[in-house]
């Protein structure tokens, strides 16, 4: 006789390593974030809007623009997690990654109440805080129309784009 519960218990394990193995080499080897912007929106849809920017940017610089949040949120789904983690709408998950495979920014409205991104940017040799692409992110977020940047608040606010 099969133990159900104890078989659905290996398998949200085995999930959960899984996704923590990605995250740790999306990240190389979990390196904090060298800046976090919070990109707070005034209107609904402009995340996606942002997701473009992101898009064209990473194409301008001939890097690699990967989306995952659909199945992000499925696996979280899928192993139980917190809700408040896991987004209520569209879920929203990419990185950057230049030439040598280097994990340039990842994207994120997981632990958001709404639209609202983390954007966490990684410095590299030849990609530091004042590089042509750290530069081309910032101010292209900067300019877009009903956009508030929060950096202050990178670490210590939970609340940083004002959520309830």
Same mark, same amino acid.
Request: hydrophobic content about 40%.
């Given at each position: 006789?099969?133990?159900?519960?104890?078989?659905?218990?290996?398998?949200?394990?085995?999930?959960?390593? $899984?996704?923590?193995? $990605?995250?740790?080499?999306?990240?190389?080897?979990?390196?904090?974030?060298?800046?976090?912007?919070?990109?707070?929106?005034?209107?609904?849809?402009?995340?996606?809007?942002?997701?473009?920017?992101?898009?064209?940017?990473?194409?301008?610089?001939?890097?690699?623009?990967?989306?995952?949040?659909?199945?992000?949120?499925?696996?979280?789904?899928?192993?139980?997690?917190?809700?408040?983690?896991?987004?209520?709408?569209?879920?929203?998950?990419?990185?950057?990654?230049?030439?040598?495979?280097?994990?340039?920014?990842?994207?994120?409205?997981?632990?958001?109440?709404?639209?609202?991104?983390?954007?966490?940017?990684?410095?590299?040799?030849?990609?530091?805080?004042?590089?042509?692409?750290?530069?081309?992110?910032?101010?292209?977020?900067?300019?877009?129309?009903?956009?508030? $940047?929060?950096?202050?608040?990178?670490?210590?606010?939970?609340?940083?784009?004002?959520?309830?």
């Amino acid at each position: 006789m099969i133990d159900r519960p104890l078989e659905a218990r290996r398998i949200a394990a085995l999930i959960a390593l $899984l996704m923590g193995i $990605l995250a740790l080499q999306a990240c190389e080897g979990s390196k904090r974030a060298d800046q976090t912007l919070y990109v707070c929106f005034d209107r609904s849809g402009e995340a996606d809007r942002a997701m473009g920017l992101l898009r064209g940017i990473s194409d301008r610089f001939g890097y690699r623009f990967r989306e995952y949040g659909g199945q992000a949120k499925a696996d979280l789904e899928t192993i139980d997690a917190n809700p408040a983690v896991i987004p209520e709408g569209k879920p929203i998950q990419a990185d950057i990654q230049n030439g040598d495979g280097k994990v340039l920014l990842i994207a994120s409205n997981f632990g958001s109440v709404g639209e609202d991104l983390r954007v966490s940017l990684f410095y590299h040799k030849n990609e530091g805080k004042d590089s042509a692409f750290h530069r081309a992110v910032v101010t292209g977020l900067e300019t877009m129309e009903g956009v508030q $940047l929060n950096r202050s608040a990178a670490e210590t606010d939970a609340n940083p784009c004002g959520e309830n």
